[in-house]
């Protein structure tokens, strides 16, 4: 397994920045390589994402949620990750995202990719994207508040 980490200060409310999280159906619209994410239910995912230019798809579970706090999750069918996103609040008006992921290259292209910090880079302008999306609506686009617990 390998292991990306990655941190950004987004200038909205801790409360803000959770709720657009809490809408999967909307990383599309900043994750580079994320086609779509359906919502199954409550606690299940499914993604379709290009990686290595090649289409992958599989299922999620979110094994934990707490209200402006986490999220965390583990995949449990097709390709092999897992993580947390923390939401810390700085103030009234900013927050820090903390997102680790834990994922499983596979074949030659994906370990390359990961050896040369492709990964890293794609996690760090995901975020950027969502500081950028989150930043420019100053709301988010709905929530979902309920807890999942570990």
Not at 43 to 62: M, N, P, Q, S, Y
Request: net charge negative; with cysteine.
């Amino acid at each position: 397994m390998s292991t990306v980490e990655s941190s950004i200060d987004v200038n909205v409310d801790v409360t803000t920045a959770y709720n657009q999280w809490t809408q999967f159906e909307s990383f599309p619209q900043f994750m580079e390589n994320v086609r779509s994410v359906h919502q199954l239910d409550d606690r299940r995912l499914h993604w379709v994402a290009e990686i290595g230019g090649e289409t992958k798809e599989w299922d999620a579970e979110i094994v934990e949620q707490i209200p402006d706090q986490r999220i965390a999750w583990s995949s449990i069918s097709g390709e092999a990750n897992g993580g947390v996103v923390t939401f810390q609040s700085l103030g009234d008006t900013v927050c820090k995202i903390h997102l680790r992921m834990d994922y499983e290259p596979q074949g030659m292209l994906e370990k390359a990719g990961d050896a040369l910090g492709v990964v890293d880079r794609r996690v760090r302008g995901d975020l950027e994207r969502f500081k950028q999306f989150i930043e420019s609506r100053g709301e988010e686009t709905g929530d979902w508040r309920g807890t999942v617990a570990a």
